[in-house]
């Protein structure tokens, strides 16, 4: 199928806003921060555990009483590699009433700033008995560390500090859960950092990724972001040394363990940003994970599917704890 009209036009209309959306504007920035995206995908031999102070929050008025927003702020287990701006993790929880039947960690997209784009998704999840806890990745919303306005990640640099943190933080979030049943789940680079966090976990997850790559390469190199790239500012060779370092990022080059097997992803057929290539190689790297090839492209994917959405999160965790 061809790419959904919408993905067709996206880069255009980003390229129209050129000071503001252009990525890498800033060129590699600290190289000696590149080695972080492969160092992160390394599995685990510990886990650092935190804890989690919970203060509730005001619940949006056209949300039902029963489901409650609360937060909590714990110093990032990657502070060592990061800003300073972006060293205090913020978690946002949205619960049901009763007791959930499982906790999933829902995790951000590029350019996803603060917790309002994934609020719904976790408001679908409450009425069906599933608390969400809502990661803010480092350099965005409350953890920005360039100016407001402007793309939160100029440099190389700062996407592998960005992906490292993202991996480090839902490795520990999990870990400190006190549920039986958890689960990891995103949309795009959410699902993507989602795929590589469930392959170095010691313990079950339940794991959902939708409309995502098993590595950054074909999105930036291949996808719709490409053509926003600002690759003079990459230069030499920015085709052939941004494609070593993102593929070495894959979860195709991580164990698969039990948990992969019950697995469920999405695709969209139309998808310009992600290639549905890259998403069946996830598939196919693990053995009975669940794939399901949706309609439209990937702008519009969360508008048009936050139903499915639901239900694939709802069905991986039903597969993974039956």
Same mark, same amino acid.
């Given at each position: ?37 492969? *160092? ?25 009483? *029963? ?17 300073? #701006? ?17 906790? %999933? ?25 599933? *608390? ?28 592998? #500090? ?16 006190? =549920? ?25 997850? @339940? ?11 074909? %999105? ?16 030499? #060779?920015?085709? %052939? ?7 070495? @990022? ?8 039990? =948990? ?8 969209? @057929? ?27 492209? =990937? ?15 709802? *069905? ?7």
């Amino acid at each position: 199928m061809a790419e959904s009209r919408i993905d067709r036009i996206a880069p255009t209309l980003l390229r129209l806003r050129r000071q503001r959306t252009f990525a890498f504007s800033g060129g590699w920035g600290d190289t000696r921060a590149s080695g972080l995206l492969t *160092e992160a995908i390394t599995p685990a031999d510990a886990i650092e555990t935190v804890d989690f102070n919970w203060e509730q929050t005001d619940s949006p008025r056209s949300w039902s009483r *029963e489901i409650t927003i609360s937060r909590a702020e714990f110093a990032s287990p990657a502070a060592a590699f990061l800003p300073d #701006q972006s060293n205090t993790v913020v978690v946002e929880r949205i619960s049901p009433a009763d007791k959930p039947s499982g906790v %999933v960690l829902l995790l951000p997209s590029w350019n996803d700033e603060g917790f309002v784009r994934r609020r719904r998704l976790a408001q679908s999840l409450a009425k069906v008995g599933f *608390e969400s806890l809502l990661l803010e990745a480092a350099h965005y919303g409350s953890r920005r560390s360039a100016p407001i306005g402007g793309q939160a990640i100029r440099t190389v640099a700062a996407f592998a #500090q960005l992906g490292h943190a993202t991996l480090v933080e839902s490795r520990s979030i999990l870990a400190s859960l006190g =549920h039986p049943n958890r689960g990891i789940a995103g949309f795009s680079m959410g699902g993507n950092i989602a795929a590589i966090t469930s392959a170095t976990v010691p313990f079950p997850v @339940a794991v959902t990724a939708f409309a995502a790559s098993h590595s950054p390469g074909p %999105v930036f190199l291949d996808g719709a972001i490409s053509k926003i790239v600002d690759w003079d500012a990459l230069r030499p #060779q920015p085709h %052939v040394r941004l494609a070593s370092l993102f593929n070495q @990022a894959s979860a195709l080059r991580l164990p698969v363990l039990d =948990h992969h097997s019950t697995a469920v992803i999405l695709a969209a @057929a139309g998808d310009g940003f992600v290639p549905l290539a890259a998403t069946r190689a996830l598939h196919e790297h693990w053995p009975g994970s669940s794939l399901h090839v949706l309609s439209g492209g =990937h702008a519009e994917f969360m508008l048009r599917h936050r139903k499915s959405v639901t239900s694939a999160i709802v *069905e991986s965790f039903a597969r993974t704890f039956p």
